[in-house]
């Protein structure tokens, strides 16, 4: 009276025990009190939300500097409870796939595209170029935040003072 679907994946078994273990010990001082493993991840990743919030913000605040910096997404510092780290980005005159080159000779990686939603880019216009995503997440750092804006600002042209 059962089904068996076949042998398990043992091995997704193990690296999904092994992510949670990553994430749970995330925060350093958890294993100084008798705290379970989802106590540990419930508290890991409350920092790493809070950490990630840090980065958008000073994410969001450079790209805001960036003239002719189009933002796909929420924009607005007291909304950034709201969104996920990563940031859809286009300019003006730079076309989406040579920004993405420029960034990657700068060692940045970044993806260029529509990240497979294509539906979405083709109702905001932005076909073929899609847009360029980057994605900070929980292990980078303030100091990355300022690479990714200091490559932007060396690629992206300038506007004309007179």
Do not use: C
């Not at 990714?148 to 300038?158: F, G, I, Q, T």
């Amino acid at each position: 009276g059962k089904w068996m679907t076949g042998t398990q994946s043992f091995e997704s078994i193990a690296g999904g025990m092994a992510s949670v273990d990553y994430l749970a010990g995330l925060d350093p001082t958890a294993n100084e009190e008798d705290l379970n493993r989802r106590q540990r991840l419930v508290r890991a990743m409350n920092q790493v939300s809070q950490y990630e919030r840090d980065l958008s913000r000073s994410m969001l605040e450079g790209l805001g500097q960036i003239e002719g910096l189009r933002i796909y997404g929420i924009d607005r510092p007291e909304d950034l409870d709201h969104r996920f780290p990563t940031w859809s980005i286009r300019h003006d005159t730079v076309p989406t796939p040579e920004l993405a080159r420029q960034l990657g000779k700068r060692g940045i990686q970044v993806w260029a595209g529509n990240y497979y939603a294509l539906e979405m880019t083709e109702f905001l216009g932005l076909e073929p170029d899609g847009m360029v995503r980057i994605g900070p997440v929980h292990y980078n750092t303030h100091a990355e935040i300022d690479t990714v804006l200091n490559a932007l600002e060396d690629v992206l042209p300038r506007a004309n003072v007179a």
